[in-house]
């Protein structure tokens, strides 16, 4: 017995640290914060990012389950003699230590971006031939979440590549969160679950239900390649920037929950209004999403416009979307054999947040244009 442990103990202190041995305690269900990219651009700054952080604890963003407060591109501006990366000295006059220490103080995480490539997207310093020397620097200002871009990388192979991060990261010996982000070029959720916590599948986002709906619904079929520690990434959330109506932002919030997606928020917390709040803080939706068996949910029918999509939960029920995205309202039934549910269900509203009560066969419902019913179906 002695011996089997003792084995043991060798074989683990041999083994190479990788970030697929950390990624089941960190992104053990996918990660929920904020990032700067989809409202700010390229407009990030020490002040904007503490406003945030502050904000993300007083609109109650952080009770949701909010963590990351994460600056995307455009804080570098060059590369020192010895290579280290140099931050924007009048955008972030502290540097960026003090702001982690500023982020860590309110019980949150912080992250930040680069790229794979030579450049970034907005064409500031890639991190080619500098991995393991950016991710070192980033450890010690205390990064939780470091996402890595793909621009600027003609002629390299992205598992290669990504693969140094990784164990760059290994290496640092923190726990950072590793996020993929090159776009699904060379179907990332093949190799990406033993490199990073979570892989674009997707181009970008845009603030309007063509670009949301298009990705969201097209997401079927990669549900197998994500779990615990390693998920699909179709892009962050643009819930609360204007481009969207009500019911189109509700789409957005409950696909990214079924798809059990990364719930990056990326309005200006700021000045959320209370219908913003409403979606990006309902405890039940965010419960589907954030759902400890991690399994993400599928299409089980499709009629035109209209789509079903289901995502299985822990406590045996089963959360159903029926989507609507036609030009006018529509009826949508769902029929509880067709997902597997008992003959008598009985139904949560979690939109509505109002029990619908036991339900027998099948239940119907007025679905309006590019909207939704979200219900969740138990026994
Ligand atoms: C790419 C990424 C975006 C964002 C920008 C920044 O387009 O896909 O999410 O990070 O770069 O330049």
Redesign the pocket.
Known sequence: MALLALAALFVSATLPQTAEAQSTTIAATPPMGW?S??KF??NVSDKLIREMADAIVSAGMKDAGYRFVNI???WQVSRAADGSIVVDPERFPNGMKPLADYVHSKDLKFGV?T?AGRM???KRPGSYDHEAQDIKTYADWGVDYV?I???YADGLEPEVQYTKFRDAIAQSGRQIVFSI?N?GVKAPWTWGPHTGNLW?TT??ISDKYDSMSLIGFSQDGLGKFAGRGHWNDP??LEVGNGGMNHDEYLTHMTLWAILAAPLLAGNDIRSMSEETKAILMNPEVIAVNQDAKGIQGHRVWDEGPLEIWVRPLTDGSQAAGLFNRGESAFKIRLDFKAIGAPASAKLRDLWERKDLGRVQDSYTAEVPKHGVVFLKVSK
């Open positions: 990032n990219w989809n651009g390229c995307d591109d455009c971006y790229d970034t997207c907005a996402k871009d793909w621009c982000c776009w674009r181009g970008d892009d962050m």
